[in-house]
């Protein structure tokens, strides 16, 4: 296997450096983003980390932490211990209870430790609080001033599943790393959760007593899929369970603790990745009790909520082409819910900040649509207005439409974008690109770098939301259930015959990508019908039979599958690639991350050695270090590179 996978590493890295000469943005085309959104409790200053993309689109390299004193409008930058390096990086900003202080967690580069660092509003005074050996995260002040956050002690990787994993090497069986709820006691931790439960998401509650949070046994990148809700005593460190999910569909997320104590609300749903929410709101006495559904008939999805200074509960969700702000008042009931907003655009789905200043209720948040990439705005729900103007003189050359279209009982909604310039009447090469998850939807933002890319070159685009994504209910998440690959690809080949009788695309230059799931898709379309002339696959999934005993997140497998590979291989065998894998003709080049635990790259590898054998024109590049999600800006180049050199072999496009 040694002698297999190292020249291709080394084909890899002799690449890259090609594509990032390359693959530069157009000057002024680099989009700024904002990744941690903070307003101070009075309303008077917003906190942000915040910085340019990388080439080729990826995260921002050099991350700054800025405070604007909204009211003048002024914008001080935070000078950080470690300078404007690679990873440096201020994370998950909190601000004290009187506006006067703003306390971050910063990270040491090129290792998993952190520090707490506070520093006043006005930028003065940048002190350290704490040095931890490992990673934290959601930090946040209680109603008494105690800084409570979330702690991996002896962190071996980032967190999070689509992180690069850590070598597997020693006794497999020893105790896996736990995420414990700390609160800042002195210069160390005082941990306040169990050890045992690895914690994933928390909330204080208003009387200083303790905390609710999701929380599993277990390795914490395998086990979200199966978390509970607790309430933790912040004396004892006992856990008191306070809702269990109704079944492998269920997953839950966002727990908040409503303003006077009472309530925990939270979202619940089939939902295939920890981050990517989406789903119903339920909410429980904090004393224990029967749960309620808030939303049960709810034709969309929520994705975040809030407890507002009204005592009522506000959610942001998709409802198939749109974001909506919807008020379901104090929850303790079934509710269609009052609409606050509505539109085709993006908002920060965390909504830790939408809660906004009380009294006032201002709130502040970072925005987006496909033709206008983000800014942070303020105000009132609905009364928003920017803050910032970091991105305005952004070209967006292209047309977005939504299309809707009927396949079996489903209406199915995606997106159709175009390049501008092109001639009247003229049908394009198209693309299809299908979305990660598959609990999750493209939804109105800032057109991606690498998409850009494509739209440059002529191509048009096109992104469908099939079942299983969110944005139309649970029914509408759960429809793929079992049937992976089977239904969902009915509902994007479907989509194509809209586009063609709309008389935009040429049936005879169409091509189809897409990463994790729409990697999996991408490797199962080319198995299940030549429509498609071209291909490339990222981080896909050839054979779910071996995939189970590869990947690092297998209990997300079993709410879609019914049952584990070992109790039920047939239904793991009816959506596996592999076994379909003498009908492919269409070319693939397909990639993935060396480290990568969500999709391992051996499936990339099966697949890629299987049309191989069978003398199907493909090309496959691992890439090393990297996991889930690649970030290395010359890999991104060079995958940007190839895939464009791939798409113009096969579709033989012209430059507009």
């Keep these: 296997m040694q002698r297999c996978v190292r020249p291709i590493l080394a084909y890899v890295l002799a690449g890259g450096a090609w594509a990032a000469a390359h ?74 209870s009187d506006s006067k202080k703003l306390t971050l967690a910063l990270r040491t580069p090129g290792t998993h430790k952190r520090s707490i660092y506070q520093v006043s509003a006005d930028g003065s005074g940048l002190t350290q609080l704490l040095m931890f050996n490992g990673t934290l995260t959601g930090l946040r002040y209680g109603p008494g001033g105690e800084l409570a956050m979330l702690a991996v002690e002896g962190a071996t990787k980032e967190l999070g599943a689509v992180e690069a994993g850590a070598a597997i090497v020693g006794d497999l069986a020893g105790p896996p790393p736990e995420q414990r709820i700390g609160v800042l006691e002195g210069s160390g931790l005082r941990w306040v959760s169990p050890a045992g439960l690895f914690v994933y998401e928390y909330d204080w509650r208003p009387d200083g007593r303790g905390f609710v949070g999701t929380a599993a046994a277990g390795d914490g990148d395998r086990n979200w899929w199966v978390a509970k809700l607790y309430a933790f005593d912040a004396g004892s460190r ?57 939303t049960p008939n709810l034709r969309a999805s929520v994705t975040a909520l809030y407890w507002n200074c009204d005592e009522r509960l ?154 299983g994504s969110y944005g139309q209910g649970e029914a509408f998440t759960q429809a793929n259930v079992r049937d992976f690959g089977h239904g969902d690809l009915r509902d994007i080949l479907r989509g194509l015959d809209e586009i063609e009788r709309l008389g935009i695309s040429d ?64 239904v793991y065998a009816k959506s596996s690639p592999i076994n379909f894998i003498r009908q492919v003709k269409t070319p693939t080049f397909s990639y993935v991350g060396a480290a990568d635990i969500e999709c391992p790259a051996p499936q990339t590898l099966e697949f890629g050695h299987a049309l191989e054998t069978l003398g199907v024109p493909s090309a496959t590049v691992i890439y090393p270090d990297e996991g889930h999600a690649l970030h290395d800006p010359a890999h991104l180049a060079d995958i940007d590179a190839r895939t464009l050199q791939w798409f113009d072999r096969y579709l033989k496009t012209e430059r507009l």
């Design 23 to 96: 693959a530069e943005p157009a000057p002024g085309q680099t989009v700024h983003r904002f990744m941690d959104v903070r307003i101070s409790p009075d309303g008077r200053y917003v906190a942000s980390v915040e910085g340019d993309e990388s080439p080729a689109g990826g995260a921002p390299l050099i991350r700054d932490l800025v405070i604007r004193n909204v009211a003048a409008r002024t914008v001080t930058t935070i000078t950080l211990p470690c300078g404007r390096v690679r990873e440096c990086w201020p994370s998950s900003p909190a601000w004290t």
């Design 238 to 294: 006992s856990a008191r369970l306070l809702y269990t999910p109704s079944g492998p569909q269920q997953q839950l997320a966002s727990p908040k603790v409503s303003r006077d104590g009472r309530r925990v609300a939270f979202i619940a749903g089939l939902m295939s990745d920890f981050g990517a929410t989406g789903g119903d709101i339920y909410s429980v006495p904090i004393e224990g009790g029967i749960a309620i559904a808030v």
């Design 507 to 570: 049936p005879a230059r169409l091509g189809i990508t897409g990463h994790s799931y729409g990697g999996f898709m991408t490797m199962w379309a080319v198995t299940q019908t030549d429509r498609f002339k071209v291909a490339v696959a990222g981080a896909g999934i050839s054979n779910w039979q071996s995939y189970y005993g590869e990947n690092g997140i297998d209990a997300w497998m079993i709410p879609y599958f019914g049952a584990s590979v070992y109790d039920n291989p047939a």
């Design 314 to 467: 506000t959610a942001v969700a998709l409802a198939g082409a749109e974001a909506e702000l919807i008020d379901f008042g104090p929850a303790d009931a079934a509710t269609p819910g009052r609409l606050v907003w509505r539109g085709q655009e993006s908002l920060d789905t965390d909504a830790t900040d939408m809660a906004g200043a009380c009294p006032s209720g201002v709130s502040a948040l970072s925005h987006e649509s496909f033709k206008r990439a983000a800014e942070i705005e303020t105000g009132k729900p609905a009364r928003w207005s920017d803050l910032t103007h970091a991105n305005e003189g952004l070209s967006a050359p292209f047309t977005v439409q939504s299309i809707s279209w009927k396949s079996d009982e489903f209406t199915v909604q995606g997106w159709l974008v175009q390049p501008d310039g092109a001639p009247a009447g003229a049908k394009l090469p198209l693309i299809t690109i299908v979305h990660g998850g598959p609990a999750s939807a493209i939804r109105p933002a800032f057109i991606a770098a690498r998409h850009r890319l494509l739209l440059e070159h002529g191509y048009a685009l096109f992104f469908p939301n099939p079942r």
